[in-house]
């Protein structure tokens, strides 16, 4: 963990936060080091939104304390703001003003000197591979385009502090891994970074995790140690018919979850090393055809399903 | 899974819109009760092929037939074979459930006699029961997203077009959303589902990866995962990760390096590259692990098909 130092950055205590009869945030508490790359993963309506409001100080909280790089938001709001840079999930882009415009845009709104400005933009839309597109309206770009200009503008200030509310959301894969590359290197160079995904594949990426559900944490921790502490293990089957396969285990001792994939199936069992020949022999009694049977690493996907309770299936 | 007649077919379908070529001489053949997925970066052609395959959208050249119509000549009777479902969009929140299925149930003309039967099967299929009188809005993601499926299905479509259909639900109900899916493909319905997530790819039999309007790879996820990296993945923890980083990009053998997490991951052209990894890291004073051999996602092998594409214009990637 390259930057991460013992220097908090976020904390949060006993944040709550209700709409109306809608209790959006209920007694969350978080501590982010310097240079984390920390993730709240959770479904729409887990309270991502909400958190990263009032972490920035653009909205109160019902109950609660917190301090973004040693300032109190809840007293004063308006002085975080210099720490901290907040890209919204619809980031306030001028469609009607060029990719460069929109940039000056935001450099003056932050008050950024124009030596800055200059290599600062110039920095960013390469990491950002916008540079050949400086001139073409912000109107005119694809989805994962514009999401990297909202980041580049949240950037052109120099924030110690970033909170990105699902800032993948509608992107591709290509611009996706375009858009971490730029995270890690604002991590590495000490920036602490706070983003909120509804995709778990994304989670791995970070270095710390937490799993939100109806706006509370479920489990917080490194993605290594949040999938060590799956209770289980999970198998990979392979079959020709995995549809059969996943008919013929669903009854087996000591499985407990199957999920039926394009070609295959995962099994969570209680115990890998038992389970897995005792599976092996039921497919072959039941002349399942060229099946494979192997020990996986969960995803944090099936951490999230393994620890959630099963009444929570909405 | 074999089908005798394939239920979807493309053969040289294009679409062109004034100088841009938004889909190029398309070739596809799906079958009965296949569940097949279309991945690709936004202003892949991904909508426009979709849009074509639903009637919306002539063909500039090439043709196309869905459920034995044809898209260009017979684009109403395409229409009333398919059921379409984006997640978004198909819902009226300040309606209740049962008023929702009313009003689609009139749109795709289900025959009066059997409204009450199909509107019995929607709600016991999306769980719904008790619900039914409960305006839309209030219901959580994953109740709404099974009661646009069914809105989808009223009129028994052969057919049925997925548009992004989890992105935003509890991993949970996504596990049951994709259940019901098998489950209707068992029954031979075939099914599209478009997206750029690669987790909602992992559930489709086939999945066919567009870039720039062209077909870049088709197969099974295992397929893809297998054949489609052009080399051997491996992870490993190293520490300080940006000096790492710098110093694998430019270690022979390696193809990429990209930084996950707290950990490098490694594309290298074969496995005595791997070997090589550790020592050339601490001769430059950067501690690591041993690599540790990991399979691809399939969205290490899209990224990697479409970035050698780009490279050389001239390879289509990986065949049907």
């Known amino acids: 963990m390259t930057a991460t130092t013992d220097e908090i950055v976020i904390e949060a205590q006993g944040l709550k936060r209700r709409f109306g009869a809608v209790e959006a945030v209920r007694d969350i508490s978080l501590t982010i080091m310097r240079g984390e790359i920390f993730g709240l993963v959770g479904a729409d309506g887990a309270g991502k939104t909400t958190i990263m409001r009032l972490l920035a100080g653009v909205l109160r909280p019902d109950a609660g304390a917190i301090r973004v790089a040693g300032v109190d938001v809840v007293a004063e709001p308006k002085r975080v703001r210099s720490e901290l840079s907040y890209m919204p999930q619809r980031f306030g882009l001028y469609e009607d003003l060029t990719v460069a415009e929109n940039i000056f845009f935001y450099s003056e709104l932050f008050s950024v000197s124009p030596r800055e400005r200059r290599a600062r933009t110039g920095q960013l839309l390469e990491a950002a591979g916008l540079a050949p597109f400086q001139r073409r309206l912000a109107g005119q770009l694809s989805g994962g385009m514009k999401q990297k200009l909202g980041l580049v503008c949240a950037l052109i200030h120099t924030p110690r502090v970033l909170l990105l509310d699902e800032p993948t959301t509608g992107v591709d894969p290509v611009s996706r891994r375009d858009f971490w590359a730029i995270l890690y290197n604002l991590r590495e160079s000490g920036v602490t970074i706070l983003l909120s995904t509804a995709y778990m594949d994304e989670a791995e990426r970070c270095s710390r995790v937490a799993l939100l559900q109806a706006g509370q944490i479920r489990s917080c921790d490194t993605p290594s140690r949040l999938k060590q502490a799956m209770p289980g293990a999970l198998l990979d089957v392979v079959a020709d018919d995995p549809g059969a396969a996943n008919q013929a285990l669903k009854d087996a001792p000591g499985v407990l979850g199957l999920l039926l994939m394009g070609d295959r199936v995962h099994v969570r069992v209680d115990d890998a090393g038992r389970r897995s020949p005792e599976l092996r022999a039921r497919l072959a009694e039941r002349a399942i055809a060229h099946t494979e049977i192997t020990t996986i690493e969960p995803g944090i996907e099936d951490v999230f399903v393994a620890l959630l309770e099963p009444d929570g299936a909405a | ?320």
């Open chain 2, 1 to 320: 899974m074999t089908g005798s007649q394939p239920v979807v077919v493309a053969e040289g379908l294009t679409k062109r819109f004034g100088a841009f070529t938004a889909v190029d001489r398309l070739d596809l053949s799906i079958a009965k009760g296949e569940v097949v997925g279309f991945i690709g970066p936004n202003g892949a052609g991904k909508s426009t092929t979709i849009r074509m395959l639903c009637g919306l959208l002539r063909p500039s050249a090439g043709r196309a037939s869905v459920a034995g119509f044809d898209v260009g000549r017979q684009p109403e009777a395409v229409r009333a074979h398919i059921g379409y479902m984006s997640q978004k969009f198909s819902l009226y929140g300040d309606l209740t459930c049962r008023e929702n299925l009313r009003f689609f149930a009139g749109i795709y003309r289900v025959p009066r006699q059997e409204r009450a039967e199909r509107t019995h099967f929607a709600i016991t299929m999306a769980g719904l029961e008790g619900r039914e009188d409960m305006l839309v809005r209030t219901l959580a993601g994953g109740w709404k997203q099974r009661l646009a499926l069914g809105c989808a299905i009223l009129h028994r479509p052969p057919v049925l077009f997925l548009d992004e259909p989890t992105s935003g639900v509890e991993p949970q109900a996504r596990r049951r959303f994709w259940d019901l899916i098998h489950t209707l493909a068992d029954g031979g319905v075939t099914i599209l589902v478009s997206t750029h997530y690669m987790d909602e790819a992992e559930y489709c039999n086939r999945i066919t990866m567009i870039d720039a309007g062209r077909l870049v790879a088709i197969g099974s996820p295992r397929e893809l995962r297998q054949q489609g990296l052009g080399g051997q993945l491996f992870e490993i923890v190293c520490a300080p990760l940006g000096a790492a980083l710098a110093a694998l990009r430019q270690a022979p053998g390696v193809l990429e390096v990209d930084i996950f997490g707290d950990k490098l991951h490694v594309l290298v052209h074969e496995q005595a590259v791997a070997e090589t990894l550790r020592p050339f890291l601490t001769e430059k004073g950067i501690t690591a692990d041993p690599p540790r051999s990991i399979a691809p996602s399939l969205e290490d092998v899209f990224v990697q098909l479409v970035s050698r594409r780009s490279k050389a214009p001239g390879d289509a990637g990986i065949k049907p």
